[in-house]
């Protein structure tokens, strides 16, 4: 494949630009003979970092080369010729076109090779020669199975197999993680086939890190986007599967958003991120702190510091750096509206430091001192702020305000007064709840931040215009006051007025400071803008004129504009406002332009737009044309008259309220701010940049003839679209007299100017001395005013000031109790007192290079035990001798501790320790009665003693109870009954019982199956069977009566027969007749035995009717016994 030539391409002709830009720098640079008015950052030529870029010394001269995509299918190399040279540019052409270029030794031959990824779904590698050439470049695939080619971004050097060689890590489709193993001393600097790991579901990753993050010896994978996974290494090469980290990271960055390295120095890599707010649905939320997870050895991180960020600042990078070559502590360069300076004390812990005003993609690399430079991406170079090795840089200052707003909410445009006193210009503005934001000029270029609540009641639903805020003397006690006006607000559909705009009224100290607002003014209209205050009606007092309408009034002809009149009483209060005509102007339709007397008449007019309102000296106004707009300025061609400027031309002034037509300079710009910046006496023009990369401001020297000469310098700084020149040195000269002034702008754009402060310090003026201390102020609070022994309290300092910084101590009689660090404006301790007794608590406020020291109230915590409740249950309310009881106390109170002691009467039961509030003895009773059992807790150094309310226990010996079932039987003579009986014990009774009967009914008897039984787990049963006898003499009353008859019919037939009255004798005839005689008679007697007592049957049966069977239980020891009845009715 044939690379397009280096000089077609994109970053070949920026390149092609950056030489001849440097070569044309070259020219002026000769003729230079103006000292710079403002600081000059160096710019270098050999650098211009951007995000996918690689950086080294690719040619062993001890210079910082680059390596980048060189547009299609090349890679760019620039070898650095030093900061005021011309880079040296080659182009290797490629099979494909670089994505994402790393520099590192994979060979291991201590020459930096080159790793990219790039379109087609391959890593390329290009092994260097150390003179900054290269070898032919070599290409592995990173494929995923039955997918199309994956695309393939940011790539890392890891070694992940413990080999000496470095790997290949790359992130994959946004969803992979794929893995190239260097095949190390066999073939070094060749990679192995890819192994990809898939993310954790519904997680994209655009970011890789690595490190050992669990102190385990193997190299570990972190990668992520808005969410973060590390997949901890085996040390084999492969890894585990991801483990997701509770984070929330902020998406909006230019950069890598989160960074990893051994951030509190114990040996394990830590986790640095911008969070956003993970509340937030918008997924570019602005990053809102600075967070660091801390590796563990559980696999698990754990939360370490956390920096809360100013939101509107945008940060979208952080860069880690150490202050020096040598330096083992990491701070943090957080580039966003501002680049500020995190800093870390070496154990984890982070505080704010400075900030400067340069804002675009940045890289910390070392300078020849070895302090370590942050170089800012310009357009063809870099931007270098030099490193001091103290964490700080020598480049223009920033100051954060911290508005309570989010980037996308407005805030009101700041304002410039001396607000102390001290001559000094300071800051004042308003965000958007109201709240007074007020920058004290240290006189060093930075400022320092104090904050008011406005205690404002109007909930903003729907504003489309920002709070407004004006000073001026409006009380007549010489110090400047600040006015704020709310403009009201609409539904959530922005259609309809909820609330009309109000006024609030702070009347200054004189310190910086302003008193607490009265009432605020309820004004009758609804989208206030911001006022032009002077004394519109000649008496001496300020006054207001307020434009109303705003954006919906442009946006919806059916809101009202126009402006209002609010006359100064010279107290702080106004007249009735009174419908003037000054029409609002501006694309917002929510300011009135400029105040000026145009036509010297000694009376102030507005010039606004295209319109000039004359005053009438009464506080109205006569409407006039103004074609030319523009704005009335200084005299700048000497002759005495206030000239005009407008669109970007100066036109000399009539004096009597017109202007020349010809303009007699014409490189002035939008915002241009006029004063003497040389000190020649002559007022000179400053405009201000409004675009490209860390752009630059431009003056222009007058001469007091209206002519004037551009500055050769250039001076590259962040800076708004609004500012004005300024004291900032607190070695100029007061003003009036200071002239030779500096320069001070504003960040944000159109409705969110006033984020941050940026300073220009005039270089001709002494350099500036360390700024006097402003007084803080400290106030101690308690989480408790009492507490018991042990007990953990929070104690919270407060400090007041300007922007305190730094620590606070904590003690009590002069004993250390502890020491926080100030987390926008508090410090926080958690801390316990050992003995009881009553500790007066101070807070110590160390002081900073802005606020003095100061110490709190004393807080007076009384320590002493507190009550403790004790409750006691017990397993059960009765029991048997023997029987085991649970005892159960539950002690209330402070973590009580130490032990229970439990009792009955005055015998000691036992002693068991509180675990968890709870103590426990198991206990047995061995005797039988009633107890009374209470639990006495003893108390501990927290807690005091405390008794439970006594619980009855009844103890019962041991016993038994029988039952029959069923306990009666109804059978007939000779048949059976059977029931069962069921022994219970009672008591823990554990015995053997044996069944007997007792004396018995005739013929019944009666068997146990068994005979005896054992209920020791229990109920048990035995079955009884009774059985009755039938009698015999039933049977034979049944036959007696036919036995009589065949008696008698044989004694007749014996009669009767012939053969034997013949065959016999007649002596044998009569002894038969006489024995069959004897016979029946017999019979006939047996049949009248049943009603004849005197000879009763020798076996009778059971009788009939109902039989009592007497059981008997005996227990084997023979201690107990017990009987029960079972009725059995014969019939």
Excluded at 609 to 623: C, H, I, R, V, Y
Excluded at 855 to 864: C, D, E, F, Y
Excluded at 919 to 947: M, P
Aim: overall charge negative; proline content about 7%; hydrophobic content about 35%.
């Amino acid at each position: 494949m044939t690379a397009t030539p280096w000089c077609k391409t994109p970053s070949g002709a920026r390149s092609l630009l950056a030489s001849l830009i440097a070569i044309l720098l070259t020219v002026p640079a000769i003729a230079q003979t103006q000292t710079p008015i403002f600081p000059v950052l160096p710019y270098n030529f050999a650098l211009s970092p951007q995000p996918n870029m690689a950086l080294g010394d690719f040619n062993g001269d001890g210079r910082i080369d680059e390596a980048t995509s060189n547009g299609i299918n090349a890679m760019g190399i620039s070898l650095n010729n030093g900061p005021t040279s011309s880079p040296t540019l080659t182009s290797i052409p490629l099979s494909c076109t670089p994505q994402y270029v790393l520099a590192s030794d994979l060979n291991n031959d201590t020459k930096l090779d080159l790793a990219f990824s790039c379109g087609g779904g391959y890593i390329g590698v290009l092994l260097g020669n150390g003179d900054g050439t290269f070898q032919p470049a070599s290409y592995y695939a990173v494929t995923i199975p039955g997918a199309a080619a994956p695309i393939l971004t940011q790539v890392i050097a890891i070694d992940l197999n413990g080999d000496g060689y470095l790997d290949i890590a790359v992130i994959a489709n946004s969803d992979e993680v794929g893995v190239l193993l260097n095949q190390g001393s066999g073939k070094p600097g060749s990679l192995s086939s890819s192994v990809l790991y898939s993310a954790p579901t519904n997680v994209t990753f655009r970011f890789i890190g690595a490190g050992d993050f669990n102190g385990d010896g193997k190299q570990d994978i972190i990668a992520g986007n808005a969410q973060l996974a590390v997949y901890y290494g085996k040390g084999d090469g492969t890894l585990n599967s991801p483990q997701l980290i509770t984070a929330s990271v902020a998406t909006n960055s230019i950069g890598q958003s989160f960074v990893t390295g051994d951030f509190n120095r114990d040996g394990l890599a830590d986790v640095a991120y911008l969070s956003s707010d993970p509340q937030s649905q918008d997924p570019s939320a602005p990053a809102i702190s600075l967070q660091i997870l801390l590796g563990d050895p559980s696999k698990n991180f754990t939360t370490g510091a956390t920096l809360a960020l100013n939101p509107s600042m945008n940060y979208a990078q952080i860069v880690p750096f150490q202050n020096t070559t040598t330096s083992s502590v990491t701070n943090f360069a957080l580039v966003g509206g501002v680049t500020s300076i995190a800093i870390t004390d070496g154990n984890g812990g982070l505080s704010m430091g400075e900030s400067y005003s340069l804002s675009t993609y940045a890289v910390a690399l070392s300078g020849a001192n070895g302090n370590i430079n942050l170089y800012f991406q310009s357009n063809v170079e870099s931007v270098t702020a030099v490193g001091n090795g103290n964490g700080t840089f020598q480049a223009s200052p920033a100051t954060v305000l911290p508005y309570a707003s989010t980037s996308t909410q407005q805030i009101g445009t700041p304002i410039t007064a001396d607000l102390n006193g001290d001559g000094l210009t300071d800051v004042l503005g308003v965000d958007f709840g109201g709240n007074l934001i007020a920058a004290l000029g240290r006189g060093n270029g930075r400022f320092a931040v104090t904050t008011q609540n406005t205690g404002s009641t109007q909930p903003p639903q729907y504003i489309k215009n920002p709070p407004v805020i004006v000073t001026g003397d409006f009380d007549g006690d010489g110090k400047p006051d600040a006015i704020i006006i709310l403009p009201g607000s609409l539904d959530s559909h922005g259609e309809v007025i909820t609330a009309n705009a109000q006024m609030f009224f702070y009347s200054g100290n004189g310190d910086g400071t302003f008193k607490a607002s009265p009432a605020p003014a309820a004004l009758s209209f609804y989208g206030a803008g911001t006022p032009a205050v002077g004394d519109f009606n000649g008496d001496g007092k300020l006054d207001l004129l307020v434009p109303y309408g705003g954006l919906d009034a442009h946006e919806n002809p059916a809101f009202p504009t126009g402006t209002f009149f609010f006359a100064g009483k010279g107290d702080g209060t106004f007249a009735a406002p009174i419908a003037v005509s000054a029409p609002p102007v501006g694309y917002d339709q929510s300011t009135l332009g400029q105040v000026v007397d145009v036509n010297n008449d000694g009376k102030l007019d507005i010039i606004g737009g295209n319109t000039l309102s004359l005053g009438n000296g009464d506080g109205t106004f006569q409407e006039q044309p103004w074609p030319t707009g523009g704005v009335v300025t200084s005299d700048l061609n000497g002759d005495g008259i206030p000239d005009l400027l407008a669109g970007g031309g100066i036109y000399a002034g009539n004096g009597d309220g017109t202007f020349q037509t010809t303009p007699f300079f014409t490189k002035a710009g939008f915002g241009t701010a006029v004063g003497d910046l040389n000190g020649d006496g002559h007022l000179d023009l400053l405009n201000p940049a409004t675009g490209g990369l860390n752009s630059s401001v431009t003056i222009y020297f007058g001469d007091g003839k209206g002519n004037f000469t551009a500055d050769p310098n250039t001076y590259p700084v962040n800076v708004g679209p609004l500012g004005q020149l300024a004291r900032l040195n607190n070695q100029a000269p007061n003003l009036p007299g200071d002239n030779k002034l500096d320069y001070l702008s504003f960040s944000g754009q159109a409705y969110s100017l006033g984020q941050a402060v940026y300073s220009l310090l005039n270089q001709l003026n002494p350099a500036s001395t360390p700024p006097a201390l402003l007084p803080s102020k400290t106030t101690l609070a308690a989480s408790d005013n009492s507490a018991a022994p042990g007990q953990q309290l929070t104690f919270t300092a407060t400090v007041t000031g300007a922007t305190p910084t730094g620590t606070v101590s904590f003690a009590s009689n002069g004993k250390a109790l502890g020491t926080a660090s100030i987390i926008n404006g508090s410090a926080t301790l958690a801390t316990s007192f050992a003995t009881a007794s009553t500790y007066p608590v101070i807070a110590n406020y160390t002081g900073d290079t802005n606020n003095t020291s100061s110490s709190s109230n004393a807080v007076s915590i009384v320590v002493a035990p507190v009550s403790s409740t004790n409750t006691l249950s017990v397993s059960a309310a009765s029991a048997g001798t023997n029987q085991q009881l649970t005892l159960t106390a539950s002690v209330s109170g402070l973590n009580p501790t130490g032990t229970v002691t439990f009792a009955s009467a005055t015998a000691i039961l036992g002693t068991a320790p509180v675990t968890n509030g709870v103590a426990v003895l198991r206990f047995t009773f061995t005797a039988a009665g009633i107890y009374t059992v209470t639990a006495s807790y003893a108390g501990d150094i927290a807690n005091l003693s405390s008794v439970s309310a006594p619980v009855t226990v009844t103890i019962a010996a041991p016993d038994y109870t029988v039952t029959a079932s069923p306990s009666s039987a109804t059978i007939k003579a000779g048949q059976s009954a059977t029931t069962t009986l069921t022994v219970t014990p009672v008591g823990g009774y554990t015995g053997t019982v044996k069944f007997s009967c007792g004396t018995l009914p005739t013929g019944v008897t009666c068997n146990f199956a068994p005979s005896s039984i054992t209920p020791s787990t229990g109920s048990a049963t035995s079955t009884l069977t009774i059985t009755t006898t039938a009698p015999p003499t039933a049977f034979l009353r049944n036959l007696s009566g036919p036995l009589q008859g065949i008696a008698w019919a044989s004694l007749l037939l014996l009669t009767l027969s012939p053969r034997r009255v013949f065959g016999f004798n007649r002596r044998l005839a009569r002894a038969s007749l006489l024995t069959l005689l004897l016979a029946a008679g017999l019979l006939s007697f047996s049949g009248c035995s049943s009603s004849s007592p005197s000879n009763p049957p020798t076996n009778p049966g059971t009788p009939v009717g109902v039989q009592t069977v007497t059981l008997t239980t005996t227990d084997s020891s023979g201690n107990l016994s017990h009987a029960i009845n079972f009725q059995v009715t014969v019939q």
